[in-house]
Nanobody, 126 residues
Framework: QVQLVESGGGLVQAGGSLRLSCAAS????????MGWFRQAPGKDREFVAT????????SYVDSVKGRFTISRDNAKRTVYLQMNSLKPEDTAVYYC???????????????????WGQGTQVTVSS
């Protein structure tokens, strides 16, 4: 079982930066790929970024490439999403997700993630 708790969201002006954190607790964190997703008001939840286990390989949705960076600190059992040059269209609830134990390859597909956090709100003002 894995519990995920996101933090770091908030209100920021366009062009600003935020770093989201996702702390994992429970029996399994190793050998697990992680991802970040987001859901804007009135829209479906969408893929943002994913990172493999133990790290070193990541992928992003086109709209955030060059602005967002996903990383992980396995010793701290934490995954990060560094968000720079934020835009109003980045406003959403951001969710951290983990694949099941043994699934080390990142994925952009929500159905391939077994554990989800409660989400953290990011609001970017223009």
């Amino acid at each position: 079982q894995v519990q995920l708790v996101e933090s770091g969201g908030g209100l920021v002006q366009a062009g600003g930066s935020l770093r989201l954190s996702c702390a994992a607790s429970g029996r399994t964190f190793s050998a697990v790929a992680m991802g970040w997703f987001r859901q804007a008001p009135g829209k479906d939840r969408e893929f943002v970024a994913t990172i493999n286990w133990p790290g070193g390989s990541s992928s992003y949705v086109d709209s955030v490439k060059g602005r967002f960076t996903i990383s992980r600190d396995n010793a701290k059992r934490t995954v990060y999403l560094q968000m720079n040059s934020l835009k109003p269209e980045d406003t959403a609830v951001y969710y951290c997700a983990a694949r099941s134990s043994g699934y080390v390859t990142g994925s952009p597909y929500q159905s391939q993630y077994y554990y989800w956090g409660q989400g953290t709100q990011v609001t970017v003002s223009s």
